[in-house]
T-cell receptor, first 113, second 115 residues
Framework: DTGVSQDPRHKITKRGQNVTFRCDPI?????LYWYRQTLGQGPEFLTY????????KSRLLSDRFSAERPKGSFSTLEIQRTEQGDSAMYLC???????????FGPGTRLTVT | AQTVTQSQPEMSVQEAETVTLSCTYD???????LFWYKQPPSRQMILVIR??????QNATENRFSVNFQKAAKSFSLKISDSQLGDAAMYFC????????????FGKGTKLSVKP
């Protein structure tokens, strides 16, 4: 069990550029979550996958955001036409169907200049 | 909509002493779960303790225990024998029992431990 991993750990991009983040969950976990955390706040839910199906999306997930989880393994979160307000820590978490604990990754810190 | 409130932005405790972090929540659901997560500086979030709403007994994990007051919608975390490694942001979180696992977090409490 190597834990949840995220790549990259840090990303600096210019406004208007597209960025993509990757999350690798714990191998036996079929649930995967994305959260966004801004400075001084708790994480906010973005979206949730059960296997490859995206079952829930927050209203925070605007049309510029898209998430995928092909084959129910790793997941990607893409932000198109980034804005300064997108600057945040993007956290990924995974869990199993049988135990509610969500295991979090180290996060990807996005800075939009 | 459910909300989670942590009214203490910062707390401080002397090493080996006891500290209590407060959390209140608002929900109309009867089936839910409550969690305390710890986020050390520049490190990933880890689960400290969880409580099922249907259980009357307060959860305990070693030096960490909760005071769950369902009627008052209060869920405080007590850390006994505080250690330097306990210094971190602590987040209270709520999850509906019938949900897909969408956690609702409070804003967090920054705990400092003085040697």
């Amino acid at each position: 069990d190597t834990g949840v991993s995220q790549d990259p750990r840090h990303k600096i991009t210019k406004r208007g550029q597209n960025v993509t983040f990757r999350c690798d969950p714990i191998s036996e976990h079929n649930r995967l979550y994305w959260y966004r955390q801004t400075l001084g706040q708790g994480p906010e839910f973005l979206t949730y996958f059960q296997n490859e199906a995206q079952l829930e999306k927050s209203r925070l997930l605007s049309d510029r955001f898209s998430a995928e989880r092909p084959k129910g393994s790793f997941s990607t979160l893409e932000i198109q036409r980034t804005e300064q307000g997108d600057s945040a820590m993007y956290l990924c978490a995974s869990s199993s169907d049988y135990y509610y604990e969500q295991y979090f990754g180290p996060g990807t810190r996005l800075t939009v200049t | 909509a459910q909300t989670v409130t942590q009214s203490q932005p910062e707390m401080s405790v002397q090493e080996a002493e006891t500290v209590t972090l407060s959390c209140t929540y608002d929900t109309s659901e009867s089936d839910y779960y409550l969690f305390w997560y710890k986020q050390p500086p520049s490190r990933q979030m880890i689960l400290v303790i969880r409580q099922e709403a249907y259980k009357q007994q307060n959860a305990t994990e070693n030096r960490f225990s909760v005071n769950f007051q369902k009627a008052a919608k209060s869920f405080s975390l007590k850390i006994s024998d505080s250690q330097l490694g306990d210094a971190a942001m602590y987040f209270c979180a709520y999850e509906n029992g019938g949900s897909q696992g969408n956690l609702i977090f409070g804003k967090g409490t920054k705990l400092s431990v003085k040697p």
